[in-house]
C-alpha cells in the first residue's frame, strides 16, 4: 500500500517518536495519539475518498493471568501481543495501545473483508502463541472487533470507533475468541437500552454500576464465559482437552438428570464437567501429547491438575459448588484415588458422577496413544470397576441409560463451534457382545 495514505508521514512521524505519544510499556502509540489519528484519517479518507477500517483487540482473562501469575506475567503478556500486533501489520498502519489489555489497530486504505481477514490472521497468532511465567507454560485468546468507513451509519471517527467496540462487546458475550464487525452483531446486542447489558461498553464506570446490578447467577454465567475461553485455549495446548471437557460436562450432566436431580444441581454438574481439567494448562505439553504410557513421574505430574484447576478457579466465589467437584472428580470408590484418598459416600456426589462421565468419554474418544474404544469395552470396564474405582449405585444407572444418552449421535458443542459425533454400540442392543477387552484409562 502507498505510504502516502498514511498520517501525513513526516510531520506525523515526527509527533510519533516523542514520548509523549507512546506507552512506555508496549512502545505502541498511546490512547492519546490514537484518538488524533483516527479523527485525522477519517477526516483524509472522507475527502480523498479511501477506504479506512479500525481494529479492537482486547486479551480475555486477562485478570486471571495477573491473579494467578503475577502482575509480571502480566506485563509479559501484554509486550508479547504488543510485539505480534506490530509485527503482522503494515508500516502505514498505525498501532497502538488504547489501555489497560485493549489495542487498536488503524488501517488506511483497507477495505472491511481485508482487516477482518487480517484481524483473524492475528488472531491465530496469538491464541497460538505458547506464553511461559516460571514452571507454568499457558495460553491466552482474544477478541476481537471490526469496522470500516463504508458500513452504514460510519458518518464519523467516532462512530467508527464505537462500531468497533460494540462488536468486540458482542464477541465478550458470545464466548470470546473470535472476529466480529457489525453486520455479524445483532441490533439488540448492539443497542444500548438492550436489557441485562452495560450501556457502554466503552464506559468502565457504567459497566460497574450494571454489574452491581447482577444477581449472584448472572454474575456466575459471567465467569463461566471467561472460563469457557480458557477450556477453549486446551484445544491449541493438545488438541484433546477442551473437545473432553465439552464431553464430559455432557455426560455427567445427562446421568445426573437420569438420578432426577434438582435442576440447579444439574447444572452445577455440567459446569464442573466443563472446568475440571483446566489445571492441565499448567501440564507439559510433553506429558499431554506423549504417545505412549506415561512414566511414574510424567503420572506424577498429571495428578497434580485437580489441584491446579483449584487454583486457577479458587478466586471465583461464584463457583464454590463446582470447585468442590472438580477438587474432587480423581477420588476412587474404595479409597485409593487421588489427591485425598477420599472413600465411598465421602466423596461429593457430584464427583462420583463426573468420575464415571469422565472415564466414558476417555475410554470411547481417540487419545494421543490410542484409538477409541468400542462402547461394549467401555461398559464393559465401568461394570468392572464398579464398588472400586466408581460408586456401584451410579455405574448402574448410567449403564441403563447410556443407550438413550447416546441416541441422539451426534451433539453440537457451541463454545467450540464444532458439532461431535457420539460413541455408537456396535451390536444391537439385547444381542450378546464380543468379550470385553481391559480398557487402560
Known amino acids: 500500500m502507498p505510504k502516502e495514505t498514511s498520517l501525513e508521514p513526516e510531520k506525523a512521524n515526527k509527533e510519533m517518536d516523542t514520548p509523549s505519544v507512546i506507552d512506555e510499556q508496549t512502545s505502541l502509540y498511546n490512547h492519546r495519539f490514537l484518538m488524533d489519528a483516527i479523527s485525522l484519517e477519517f ?19 486477562f485478570k486471571t493471568i495477573t491473579n494467578d501469575l503475577g502482575p509480571a506475567a502480566g506485563d509479559k503478556v501484554l509486550v508479547e501481543v504488543a510485539k505480534i500486533i506490530k509485527n503482522s501489520t503494515r508500516d502505514v498502519d498505525i498501532v497502538g495501545r488504547c489501555g489497560g489489555e485493549k489495542f487498536c489497530v488503524l488501517l488506511p486504505n483497507t477495505h472491511l473483508k481485508r ?6 490472521r492475528v488472531r491465530n497468532l496469538i491464541i497460538s502463541r505458547l506464553f511461559k511465567e516460571g514452571q507454568v507454560s499457558f495460553n491466552i485468546t482474544v477478541s476481537l472487533g471490526v469496522s470500516c468507513i463504508s458500513e452504514a451509519d460510519t458518518a464519523s471517527a467516532r462512530d467508527l470507533l464505537e462500531h468497533a467496540d460494540m462488536s468486540l462487546y458482542a464477541d465478550k458475550q458470545r464466548g470470546r475468541n473470535r472476529v466480529l464487525y457489525k453486520k455479524d452483531t445483532p441490533e439488540e446486542t448492539l443497542s444500548p437500552t438492550a436489557p441485562s447489558t452495560p450501556t457502554s461498553p466503552t464506559s468502565s464506570r457504567m ?12 454474575l456466575s454465567a459471567l465467569y463461566i464465559q471467561s472460563i469457557r475461553a480458557l477450556v477453549n485455549a486446551l484445544e491449541l495446548k493438545d488438541g484433546y482437552t477442551a473437545t473432553h471437557s465439552y464431553m464430559v460436562s455432557h455426560y455427567s450432566a445427562a446421568l445426573a438428570t437420569k438420578l432426577g436431580l434438582a435442576q440447579d444441581l444439574v447444572e452445577v454438574i455440567r459446569t ?29 505430574v498429571v495428578k497434580t491438575h485437580p489441584v491446579l484447576s483449584i487454583k486457577v478457579l479458587n478466586d471465583m466465589v461464584f463457583l464454590r459448588k463446582e470447585l468442590e467437584i472438580v477438587r474432587y472428580h480423581q477420588e476412587k470408590y474404595d479409597g485409593t484415588g487421588y489427591p485425598y484418598a477420599l472413600k465411598g ?5 457430584g464427583a462420583r458422577i ?9 475410554m470411547t474418544a481417540n487419545r494421543p496413544y490410542r484409538k477409541a474404544l468400542p462402547v461394549e469395552t467401555a461398559v464393559a470396564e465401568l461394570k468392572k470397576c464398579a464398588g472400586t474405582q466408581f460408586d456401584p449405585k451410579l455405574v448402574k444407572v448410567f449403564l ?18 464444532k458439532t461431535v459425533a457420539l460413541p455408537q454400540f456396535s451390536t ?10 481391559p480398557a487402560t484409562n
Not at 482487516?115 to 483473524?120: K, L, M, N, P, S
Not at 459497566?207 to 448472572?218: F, I, N
Not at 441403563?400 to 463451534?417: A, F, K, M, N, W
Open 43 to 61: 477526516a483524509k479518507s472522507q475527502r480523498q475518498g479511501l477506504a479506512l477500517s479500525l481494529i479492537l483487540l482486547d486479551i480475555d482473562d
Open 115 to 120: 482487516a477482518t481477514a487480517g484481524a483473524e
Open 207 to 218: 459497566q460497574d454500576a450494571s454489574v452491581m446490578q447482577y444477581g449472584a447467577k448472572t
Open 272 to 300: 464442573a464437567g466443563l472446568l475440571h481439567d483446566v489445571g492441565k494448562v499448567g501440564v507439559p505439553d510433553g506429558v499431554l501429547k506423549k504417545n505412549g504410557p506415561l512414566s511414574d513421574e510424567e503420572f506424577t
Open 345 to 349: 459416600d465421602n466423596i461429593p456426589l
Open 354 to 362: 463426573l468420575a464415571i462421565g469422565d472415564t466414558f468419554e476417555a
Open 400 to 417: 441403563d441409560s447410556l443407550p438413550e444418552i447416546l441416541s441422539t449421535r451426534q451433539i453440537y458443542l457451541e463454545g467450540l463451534r
Open 428 to 437: 444391537a442392543e439385547g444381542q450378546a457382545s464380543p468379550p470385553p477387552v
